[in-house]
Antibody
Framework: QLQLQESGPGLVKPSETLSLTCTVS??????????WGWIRQPPGKGLEWIGS???????YYNPSLKSRVTISVDTSKNQFSLKLSSVTAADTAVYYC???????????????WGQGTMVTVSS | DIVMTQTPLSLSVTPGQPASISCKSS???????????LYWYLQKPGQPPQLLIY???NRFSGVPDRFSGSGSGTDFTLKISRVEAEDVGVYYC??????????FGPGTKVDIK
């Protein structure tokens, strides 16, 4: 079955760029039926949607993060990636990647999630 | 942004008893395509969120039938007919009608008495 796995550094220095990759296995990221998204969760807090991408490269970003976020897709590797620039301690969180229903229609539920990766911003 | 509110924020339930969580949105979640873009997730301790309910009332694959969703417009409810020990965790509602951003409720923590 489809699985998602986040990877990347667990520690990032303030003002630097956080970079994470989500590897999709058991299915194709090029499916026209889905978007692929990033969601984060600060320790002990709730969920915040960061952005989503379609396999064609079309993206939607949370306006609160848009100036610092880039999400990209590499269909040859079945991966999509997150870059968040100029990080501060407020960006410390568990970062999840997830498959989002919708594809050519309206974006819907995040139906399959990765296990998440903890990223700490600290010098 | 559409603001999602949930009540209560915490709930302690006796096993076998029912439980209910309310979610309200600051704008209608009914799309012109006729669908209502409201979802429910459960995040068990130490795990990622898992989808329970999509489009208000549809149980996701593998979700027990003790979970049910209802509502319309801006008011929604998740009900657990008989709470089991494995149902502990934090329940979130989420909307995707506004793009962007998609927004989640603050979460309702459910534990067992």
């Amino acid at each position: 079955q489809l699985q998602l796995q986040e990877s990347g550094p667990g520690l990032v220095k303030p003002s630097e760029t956080l970079s994470l990759t989500c590897t999709v296995s058991g299915g194709s990221i090029s499916s026209s039926s889905y978007y692929w998204g990033w969601i984060r969760q600060p320790p002990g807090k709730g969920l915040e949607w960061i952005g989503s991408i379609y396999y064609s490269g079309s993206t939607y970003y949370n306006p609160s993060l848009k100036s610092r976020v880039t999400i990209s897709v590499d269909t040859s590797k079945n991966q999509f990636s997150l870059k968040l620039s100029s990080v501060t301690a407020a960006d410390t969180a568990v970062y999840y990647c997830a498959r989002q229903e919708g594809g050519s229609g309206w974006p819907g539920a995040f139906d399959i999630w990765g296990q998440g990766t903890m990223v700490t911003v600290s010098s | 942004d559409i603001v999602m509110t949930q009540t209560p924020l915490s709930l302690s339930v006796t096993p076998g008893q029912p439980a209910s969580i309310s979610c309200k949105s600051s704008q209608s979640l009914l799309h012109s395509d006729g669908k209502t873009y409201l979802y429910w997730y459960l995040q068990k301790p130490g795990q990622p969120p898992q989808l329970l309910i999509y489009e208000v009332s549809n149980r996701f694959s593998g979700v027990p039938d003790r979970f049910s969703g209802s509502g319309s417009g801006t008011d929604f409810t998740l009900k657990i007919s008989r709470v089991e020990a494995e149902d502990v965790g934090v329940y979130y509602c989420m909307q995707s009608i506004q793009l962007p951003p998609f927004t989640f409720g603050p979460g309702t923590k459910v534990d067992i008495k």
